[in-house]
């Protein structure tokens, strides 16, 4: 769907200059000023989904929210657009390219029908001569949008609004959100659950209803009404509940230029009752919805309706698992460590074995089942040790893909209980690939493809290897998926690199596997994983973590298979430490409220 990229004066504008001391900002300025800036300032109304500017326009004005909501949007390389955070009623924007006199990096669009007022960057500044407490203000205001707009945590980043929609009348909606009203409530949150009845209401209405509370319930049920229009156009997400034992009609969704629908702010929530065998796939589900993630809920159960709550709160908790060969089983003691703390793992992922991991989590396996398998894949014989005459690979891989079957079987990403994903490199298209659907143990094959160690996957036409070569550390991907807080744990800091004397007058390969045998790996298995993840930085994405673990494993290299025990004590101890010592909000989620006022 085309982006509109022009703004409309208000047809309906009232006759009256809407007053600057409406505006926090500006509302102690001397009513003189005030005056003169009016007389010079636009008053305009914004279509929801329309374009107030782009990158690279001129920034000779600054903008006011008098009601509705801007979205502001990072345009990436590839043309897709990412959500940096909301504008909302009262606030400004435009503000920092008009104050450095450069032109506008993102762009900003209009997230509903919005009203706003322009004021030329003279106009602006003759009210700050007026009064200086405005420019402080305004600067208090734009370091916080650099720090969110840095660790993406902020309130402003988050949607406030959601848009309930369910796809059944059999589907009790009102149930649904009172028990999700019930947990955010619980975390200390303000919440209203508004349905038709508010139909027609004025989009002041909307705004107090944001302003009273921290999260807005808009209740519909999918159909041509008035009503689930205006869910659609003032909804910051939609959350589309359907059930699993039943079929999407195909559109599922009426045309409509709201602005969750243009820029995919949709959700899906897959209910299933009992033993009933789904009518279709998941992703059916999700192609027809157009759905950028989706969530399980089964039955009424209260776990996953606490998650589902903790995700629209902003409080999820995403943990992400680097690759590292045999040190990635560090992360099977993090695991322990933060299930001991019952530190939720709302959103899980990874690459290369890090993926493998992550999956395991993702399955719902306990501590248990994740020792068992972990240890009969990996630590009881080495999955790596088909070795041949490299045509593509040093090993055929058969089984690497013997024992992805027996664990992972033919479960599809979509459908695991966490939420997943996998990061591998198209070597094709020459950047790194995300995985969130599709089945799983295909997903996982091409996340610990080391080139030259393991043959490549071929995925439609594209070459797919070992995530660490671009990606080992995906937490820029995690980022991406929710809006909560972030574990990190980098297993990938390796020793001292490889042994001269393995490569001094090396006998060929006969000589070899006379010496060592088939099951013992040849010096340029180690050449090859060293070559591959040689330029993976250390601090790459570590920022943007709110806890950072890096295991010590100073003699564990990424072919020590066997070193099992020792690596999972390390990431079981260096998290247990870094749980000990969290503070701040993610402390909130994990100890509670009442804990950490306490402490």
């Known amino acids: 769907m085309g982006l509109k990229t022009k703004t409309k004066v208000a047809e309906d504008a009232t006759p009256v200059f809407p007053s600057l001391r409406t505006i926090p900002f500006l509302r102690d300025a001397p009513p003189k000023a005030l005056k003169a800036a009016e007389a010079e300032a636009r008053y305009f109304g914004l279509p929801g989904g329309w374009q107030l500017f782009g990158p690279g326009d001129a920034s000779d004005q600054i903008y006011f929210v008098l009601s509705g909501s801007l979205g502001a949007f990072r345009v990436n390389p590839n043309g897709s657009m990412e959500l940096m955070g909301h504008i909302r009623s009262g606030e ?34 003759q009210l700050v001569r007026s009064d200086p407490a405005i420019l402080e ?20 980043a988050e949607p406030r609004v959601f848009g309930l929609v369910s796809t059944s009348p059999t589907i009790d909606l009102k149930q649904r959100a009172h028990a999700l009203a019930t947990e955010l409530q619980g975390m200390g949150m303000r ?52 059930r699993s034992n039943a079929r999407p009609s195909i559109p599922l969704l009426p045309d409509d230029t709201s602005p969750a629908r243009q820029f995919r702010l949709v959700d899906l929530v897959l209910l299933h009752h009992g033993g009933e065998r789904p009518a279709t796939s998941t992703l059916e589900w999700k192609y027809a919805a157009e759905a950028a993630r989706v969530f399980h809920w ?7 309706c606490r998650g589902l709550a903790r995700t629209m709160a902003g409080k999820s908790v995403g943990v992400v698992m680097s690759g590292g060969g045999a040190r990635a089983y560090a992360h099977i003691g993090v695991i322990r460590a933060l299930r001991e703390a019952n530190c939720p793992i709302d959103f899980v992922g990874g ?16 501590d248990a089942e994740i020792d068992r398998r972990i240890r009969k894949a990996f630590v009881e014989s080495n999955p790596l040790s088909d070795y041949r005459l490299p045509v593509v690979g040093l090993v055929k891989g058969n089984k690497v893909d013997a024992r992805l079957k027996e664990h992972f079987g033919d479960l599809k990403i979509e459908d695991l209980r966490v939420p997943f994903f996998a990061v591998s490199t198209n070597l094709t298209q020459g950047a ?32 797919l ?46 000589g070899w596997t006379l010496k060592h045998g088939f099951k013992s790996a040849p010096p340029i298995a180690n050449l090859l994983m060293r070559a591959a993840t040689i330029s993976m930085d250390p601090n790459k994405h570590r920022s943007l973590t709110d806890i950072l673990v890096v295991p010590q494993m100073k003699d564990i290299e990424l072919r020590d298979w066997k070193e099992y025990d020792e690596a999972v004590e390390a990431g079981y101890n260096d998290m247990k430490q870094a749980l000990a010592d969290v503070k701040g909000p993610l402390a909130q989620i994990i100890r509670g409220n009442a804990a950490v006022a306490a402490e």
């Open 432 to 463: 790194f690939q995300v995985h969130t659907e599709g089945m799983l143990r295909e997903a996982l094959r091409a996340t610990i493809s080391l080139p030259g160690i393991l043959p490549p996957v071929v995925s439609s036409k594209q070459v």
């Open 298 to 304: 089964n039955g009424m159960d209260e776990v996953e």
């Open 191 to 242: 919440v209203a659950i508004v349905g038709e009845e508010a139909v027609g209401m004025p989009a002041a209405y909307f705004d107090e209803l944001e302003t009273r509370n921290e999260i807005v319930l808009l209740l519909s049920t999918l159909g041509d009404s008035p009503w689930f229009k205006m869910t659609q156009r003032h909804s910051d997400r939609i959350w589309l509940f359907a």
């Open 92 to 125: 400004p924007v435009g503000e920092m390219s008009m104050i450095a006199g450069e032109p506008h990096e993102n762009a900003v669009f209009a997230l509903r029908d919005t009203e706003v007022i322009a004021m030329s960057r003279s106009g602006f500044m």
């Open 465 to 510: 290897v070992d995530g660490a070569v671009l990606n080992n550390f995906p937490v820029d991907v995690m980022r991406e998926m929710h809006r909560g807080r972030i574990i990190g744990v980098d297993v990938a800091v390796a020793p001292e690199g490889l042994s001269a004397e393995d490569f001094i007058d090396p006998p060929g390969f006969i």
């Open 351 to 366: 690459s290369s074995m890090g993926a493998i991991i992550a999956a395991a989590v993702a399955c719902g396996w306990d």
């Open 137 to 156: 203000r305004l600067t208090r205001l734009i370091m916080i949008r650099m720090r969110q707009a840095k660790k993406k945590t902020g309130r402003s």
